[in-house]
């Protein structure tokens, strides 16, 4: 049975401070940490663009990437350093 209060909250953002957020695990990270993270090439070391937002319409994630020139389409995530702040992505062939 849903609740008057849980019909208020449909469709609605629910934002939760830094403080407020539980310990992920190892390797896992909030959306909010990967946005906005420089894009390179895992190959070349060259710059690609910005992870500028991450849709989930449901078995995978796509990871939006603006990049710097051109389009940059199919990839895998293969390495993310949040302390250098780079997600360094390898081209699929």
């Known amino acids: 049975m849903i609740s008057m209060k849980q019909i208020e909250l449909l469709n609605k ?3 939760v401070s830094d403080e407020d957020q539980t310990d992920l695990p190892k390797g896992s990270y909030y959306i909010h940490q990967l946005i906005g993270l420089d894009v390179f090439d895992y190959e070349t070391k060259t710059k690609i ?6 849709e989930m319409p449901g078995a995978n994630d796509i990871w939006e990437i603006t990049p710097n020139k051109g389009k940059y389409f199919g990839y895998l995530i293969f390495h993310l350093s949040l302390s250098k702040l780079i997600l360094s992505i390898k081209k699929l062939r």
């Not at 663009?49 to 991450?54: N, S």
Request: net charge negative.
């Open 49 to 54: 663009g910005i992870l500028t937002d991450i």
């Open 13 to 15: 953002n629910l934002y």
